[in-house]
């Protein structure tokens, strides 16, 4: 099955700053790249996806950049608010299996 | 659209007792999976069903089972539940379950004293 990591496991950053988070799997077949949002108390969303014949996406303050030689994808936020404040999850999938979460990163935006 | 709903969202059970957690997915969705969220081992899969049939299973022992009604409501099973069980689980509906966006209920908080 997929072997899925995620690095840094917690990140710390100043309001303002920018923020990268990096998704590592090990399926070569894996062609789709979707990143999840959980808020404190909250169920996780869809924030941005990407498909494995694009090598970027942008949506506003959030882009994600997609690797697949090096079996890699990162989700970057720029101009990074409080309420970015989370934790974030990426799921790379591939074929005829489900979804399965890396252990997730807890980003905090220090005001 | 209605979202995904769970019940009951807090369940407080016995060790040694079962636990029956539902799942009603947006409607149209064929696809429901299940995940335990702890504080340390982030979202593990459970299982996967689509049109009632179970198409996934992740490594949980055989206490933890599952089924999806023809409607597309889900229930997942535990059976002879242990301290480690307690955790919120979420379920997550999907159109197919392939490559489309997964839409999570706000989860049912088990806890076994």
């Known amino acids: 099955g997929e072997n899925v990591e995620q690095h840094p496991s917690t990140l710390s950053v100043q309001e303002g700053d920018s923020a990268v988070i990096k998704c590592t799997y090990s399926?070569?077949?894996?062609?789709?790249f979707p990143w999840y949002k959980q808020e404190l108390g909250k169920r996780p969303q869809l924030i941005i996806d990407?498909?494995?014949?694009?090598g970027e996406k942008k949506d506003q303050r959030i882009a994600v950049t997609l690797n697949k030689t090096a079996k890699h994808f990162s989700l970057h936020i720029t101009e990074t608010q409080p309420e970015d404040s989370a934790v974030y999850f990426c799921?790379?999938?591939?074929?005829?299996?489900?979804?399965?979460f890396g252990k997730g990163t807890r980003l905090s935006v220090i005001a | 659209k209605a979202g995904v709903t769970q019940t009951p969202r807090y369940l407080i059970k016995t060790r040694g007792q079962q636990v029956t957690l539902s799942c009603s997915p947006i409607?149209?969705?064929?696809?429901v999976s299940w995940y335990q969220q702890t504080p340390g081992q982030g979202l593990q899969f459970l299982f996967e069903?689509?049109?009632?049939?179970?198409?996934n299973k992740g490594n949980f022992p055989g206490r933890f089972s599952g089924r999806q009604f023809s409607n597309s409501r889900s229930e997942m099973n535990v059976s002879t539940l242990e301290l480690g069980d307690s955790a919120l689980y979420l379920c997550?509906?999907?159109?197919?379950?392939?490559?489309?966006?997964?839409?999570f209920g706000q989860g049912t908080r088990l806890t076994v004293v």
């Open positions: 069903y689509f049109s009632e049939t179970q198409r």
């Open positions: 799921a790379p999938y591939s074929g005829n299996t489900p979804l399965v």
């Open positions: 409607s149209g969705h064929r696809s």
């Open positions: 399926d070569s077949a894996s062609n789709y």
């Open positions: 997550a509906s999907s159109l197919t379950g392939r490559r489309t966006e997964a839409f």
């Open positions: 990407i498909r494995s014949n694009v």
